[in-house]
Every structure is written in C-alpha cells, then in structure tokens.
Nanobody
Framework: QVQLVESGGGLMQVGGSLRLSCAAS????????MGWFRQAPGKEREFVAA????????SYAYSVKGRFTGSRDNALNTVYLQINSLKPEDTAVYYC???????????????WGQGTQVTVSS
C-alpha cells in the first residue's frame, strides 16, 4: 500500500513558476514509477508527466514539454513537478500517482493522491 500526498499548489500569476511535491509513504517508493496528471474544471483528467522508478526515464505530454520537469528523490520518498512559464490553461487540480510501469495511461496506476489545486491568474 502506498499513500500519496501532494502539496505546493496555490494561486499563481501568468509567467510564474512553482514546484509541486508528492510525498509517498512506505518503504517501496523506489520501486514505483510515478505519474502526474491534471484535471481542469469540466474536463477529463489528462496525463502531464511520468518518471521511472530510478528517475532516469521521463515522459511528458506534448502540451507541457519544455515547461514541465519531473524529478524524484527516492531517499525522501518524494516526486516533484516543476512548472515554469505558467499559463491560465495550467489551472487544474494536479494529481500524482504510483504504478509499476512508466505510462501515460491513468488506469495503469495503482495509487493516487488527493490532488492539489493550481490556479493561474492573468
């Protein structure tokens, strides 16, 4: 069992940056690939980034590539999502998820956090 808790969201300005964190419980964090997804009001949940258990392999949605960077610190049981050059369309609830393989498909992740709200204001 893995429990995930996201943090770092908030009200941000266009063009700003922020770093989301996702802290995981348990001693098996380093065996899980981690994904980041987001869900905007009235829209379906969408993939934004994923990182392998070692942190060496990363995958990004085309829409965020170059602005979003995923990383992880297995010693701290934490995964991060750095978001730069914020846009109003980045407004969403951001979720982290843990799974056995790096993938952009939500149904392949086993554990999910409760989400953190990011609002980008112009």
């Amino acid at each position: 069992q893995v429990q995930l808790v996201e943090s770092g969201g908030g009200l941000m300005q266009v063009g700003g940056s922020l770093r989301l964190s996702c802290a995981a419980s348990g001693r098996t964090f380093s065996t899980y690939a981690m994904g980041w997804f987001r869900q905007a009001p009235g829209k379906e949940r969408e993939f934004v980034a994923a990182i392998s258990n070692s942190g060496l392999i990363k995958s990004y949605a085309y829409s965020v590539k170059g602005r979003f960077t995923g990383s992880r610190d297995n010693a701290l049981n934490t995964v991060y999502l750095q978001i730069n050059s914020l846009k109003p369309e980045d407004t969403a609830v951001y979720y982290c998820a843990a799974g056995r393989t790096i993938t952009r498909y939500a149904h392949e992740y086993d554990y999910w956090g409760q989400g953190t709200q990011v609002t980008v204001s112009s």
